[in-house]
Nanobody, 115 residues
Framework: QVRLVESGGGLVQAGGSLRLSCTATGSIRSINTMGWYRQGPGKSRELVASHTTVGTITYADSVKGRFTISRDNAENTVYLQMTSLKPEDTAVYYC?????????WGQGTQVTVSS
């Protein structure tokens, strides 16, 4: 089993920055993908960014140039540095860990951007 612990998030004004982190513990394989998804009010959950252990990175078009995903493989931790935040970035952000065809989700952390 895999457990995810998220931290970060909170309330910030438009144009501000926040950093999210997520650490995976448990039965971790050497090849996996960690990433962030978000679900805004009345919206479906969507990919924000993902990062594999071999360095493949994917960003949603809406966050390119503003968000940066990074990871520490030794600590099984993924970070999401969010800058130039916009009110439309307001959502619950979820960490996802995937390996061997199975996905595990964190409990979610609220990010609220005020205008």
């Amino acid at each position: 089993q895999v457990r995810l612990v998220e931290s970060g998030g909170g309330l910030v004004q438009a144009g501000g920055s926040l950093r999210l982190s997520c650490t995976a513990t448990g039965s971790i394989r050497s090849i996996n993908t960690m990433g962030w998804y978000r679900q805004g009010p009345g919206k479906s959950r969507e990919l924000v960014a993902s990062h594999t252990t071999v360095g493949t990175i994917t960003y949603a078009d809406s966050v390119k140039g503003r968000f940066t995903i990074s990871r520490d493989n030794a600590e099984n931790t993924v970070y999401l540095q969010m800058t130039s935040l916009k009110p439309e970035d307001t959502a619950v952000y979820y960490c996802k860990f995937g390996q061997r065809g199975l996905d595990h989700w964190g409990q979610g952390t609220q990010v609220t951007v005020s205008s």
